[in-house]
């Protein structure tokens, strides 16, 4: 029996967070802000501009309501194949950003040694590649999750418009 809980709700607005954070870090070059900021701030995980600030919080959050959601889907006879994308997406957008972390957000914040233009090129360059490929891991998971978590019996019987 699936629970009463809202997991679902909670786990879409989750990864929606995860989704658009990361396009906004895209588009504003995080790595490159993090790179110039480094002169002027001390080196720390929490720090000013550190991303750990605003996914901290919500990351456990996301990954257990998404895990929850998924149970509840499968408890209720949800789309097997839906949930099983979802969860293996969650996984692989969870190692990516995991390497992304380790190889790049480690470096430009916690370390206070001066980068060469290739360093930075390099750094930045590893992160906008590994997170266009979380990005679009994130879509299908997101899609994925629409379907495995939609009320059952909600798409059988309707005609196709």
Known sequence: MASRFPWAALARIGQAHWFF??????AVDMPRLL???????????????????????AAPVTLASTVMALRDSVRSGGDRC????????????????????????LRLLRDDDVLSDEER????????????ARLL?????????RQATRARGAHQGSSSV
């Open 137 to 145: 891991v994130l879509a299908v998971t997101v899609a994925a999750t």
């Open 21 to 26: 954070g990361n396009v906004y870090e895209a």
């Open 121 to 132: 090129h390099r750094l930045t360059t590893t992160w906008h590649r590994a997170n266009l």
């Open 35 to 57: 790179v110039d900021a480094r002169p002027n701030r001390s080196p720390g995980l929490l720090g000013p501009g550190s991303p750990l600030r605003y996914y901290a919080p």
């Open 82 to 105: 839906a949930v099983t994308t979802s969860a293996v997406g969650t996984l692989v957008a969870t190692a990516l950003t995991a390497y992304l972390v380790k190889t790049v957000n």
